[in-house]
């Protein structure tokens, strides 16, 4: 359920019974200009909900006489969900200062509202490093990053305090689509860094 700020921010369908459409967007920028086209960077990954864009459909409610908006909201980034566990006996390992850096992957895009759609391929592909946010259970992390198409290049870092590096690449067929969710189940050893994943909306 949306209200308004203020009764200032009311809004009214026209009067002369003509339809209108919603585009709807979230988070809010105050700044937003009258092109519509928001500009997405995912480079500071500590606070989820402050990078998750998520657009709006209005699928009813479009006149005076049809008052009832329906708005269904979809995800347009996609979700990494990382657990991380070790080998038997891997106490050489702590997981709960263990940290994941992303490699290979563009921090910013910009996406039009109006046509809800990406409108560049991206640019500043710089590492991004994915903390254990409070709450957080030892063995998990999560981050939001940009939609891109398969290919080479991803690469998942995990680094210990003590100075200990475990790599583990992506692998190339996979894409990442907009509004799914990657599961990566890790097991950090002393070999070869295994990597399982499943996929899901």
């Given at each position: 359920?949306?209200?308004?700020?203020?009764?200032?921010?009311?809004?009214?369908?026209?009067?002369?019974?003509?339809?209108?459409?919603?585009?709807?967007?979230?988070?809010?920028?105050?700044?937003?200009?009258?092109?519509?086209?928001?500009?997405?960077?995912?480079?500071?990954?500590?606070?989820?909900?402050?990078?998750?864009?998520?657009?709006?459909?209005?699928?009813?409610?479009?006149?005076?006489?049809?008052?009832?908006?329906?708005?269904?909201?979809?995800?347009?980034?996609?979700?990494?969900?990382?657990?991380?566990?070790?080998?038997?006996?891997?106490?050489?390992?702590?997981?709960a200062d263990c940290q994941l850096t992303l490699q290979g992957m563009y921090n910013n895009r910009t996406y039009d509202l109006v046509n809800t759609t990406f409108t560049d391929n991206g640019s500043n592909q710089n590492d991004i490093t994915v903390p254990r946010r409070t709450g957080e259970v030892t063995s998990y992390r999560e981050a939001i990053v940009l939609p891109r198409a398969a290919g080479t290049g991803v690469v998942f870092e995990f680094a210990t305090p003590d100075g200990d590096t475990y790599i583990a690449y992506m692998a190339d067929t996979l894409e990442l689509k907009s509004g799914y969710q990657y599961t990566f189940n890790v097991t950090l050893s002393q070999n070869p860094i295994t990597v399982s994943a499943t996929i899901e909306p």
């Open positions: 359920m949306f209200t308004a700020v203020s009764d200032d921010n009311l809004a009214y369908f026209p009067q002369n019974g003509s339809q209108i459409r919603l585009s709807t967007y979230y988070p809010y920028r105050s700044d937003l200009s009258t092109s519509m086209l928001y500009p997405v960077d995912i480079a500071d990954q500590t606070d989820l909900p402050a990078i998750d864009l998520m657009t709006g459909v209005h699928r009813s409610g479009f006149s005076k006489t049809d008052p009832d908006v329906d708005i269904y909201f979809y995800h347009r980034l996609s979700k990494l969900v990382f657990n991380l566990t070790t080998e038997e006996n891997g106490d050489y390992v702590s997981l």
